[in-house]
């Protein structure tokens, strides 16, 4: 636990992986395991959610938190075991990318199947779309600062910084919770959902925030700020 770094009580995840990463860390294996790991949880996730059931929503919805969980760790198990790597990075920002898209088109084939409304499945690829946007701009935003940068470049924008900066004013806190904190999170938002069978709820929501988050990306600062 000493490797594994302090954090505030937001975001909420971070509360639970610190606490199941050093059990991890006595295994015998690799950050790039259980961010492989963290991929099997999220596509049994989608799985699930795709068959618009209250019980089976519920399990995806489960297996949702078990996926994000595994997600914090393998940062925090990679820092504990000096494995961090740019192909562990990039690695985990595609199993996201896979996940989340996955997870929206999932739970709206799901909605459309126990509704008879091929609407809710329109919504969930529009949600889909818009995090494969964020997916393929972000690689973009690194390669043009990798190509004018070099070595130099960090995509973490943490290099930069003595400490992770905090955000000032409206519009960087604004930035801020819209990016990193609601992300974050977004599994306990799922699960609450599920719970009440509302998570169709989701649908019409990340039809439209989905595309807000990539347009985010290109405010600056906007990649500074990390939970």
Not at 91 to 108: E, I
Not at 171 to 194: M, P, Y
Request: charged content about 15%; hydrophobic content about 45%.
């Amino acid at each position: 636990m000493d490797k594994l770094t302090k954090v505030s009580i937001f975001p909420l995840i971070r509360q639970v992986s610190l606490r199941v990463s050093p059990l991890i860390i006595r295994l015998p294996v690799s950050a790039n395991q259980v961010t492989t790991t963290s991929l099997l949880a999220g596509v049994g996730a989608c799985w699930y959610l795709a068959k618009g059931t209250y019980e089976t929503t519920l399990t995806g919805a489960l297996l949702f938190l078990i996926c994000y969980i595994l997600d914090n760790c393998d940062g925090e198990v990679a820092r504990a075991k000096n494995q961090s790597s740019e192909f562990g990075e990039k690695y985990d920002t595609f199993v996201d990318w896979v996940v989340h898209a996955g997870f929206f088109g999932s739970l709206g084939w799901g909605v459309a199947q126990e509704t008879g409304q091929n609407i809710w499945l329109w919504l969930g690829l529009f949600g889909a779309a818009g995090g494969s946007i964020n997916y393929l701009t972000g690689i973009y935003i690194d390669f043009r600062f990798r190509q004018h940068l070099g070595e130099e470049y960090d995509s973490t924008g943490r290099s930069h910084h003595d400490e992770a900066p905090a955000p000032k004013g409206v519009k960087q806190w604004t930035v801020f919770i819209l990016r990193e904190l609601s992300r974050a999170d977004f599994c306990f938002i799922v699960l609450f959902l599920a719970l009440f069978d509302v998570t169709w709820f989701l649908l019409p929501t990340a039809a439209v925030g989905a595309h807000v988050y990539w347009m985010t990306q290109f405010i600056r600062g906007a990649r500074d700020y990390h939970v």
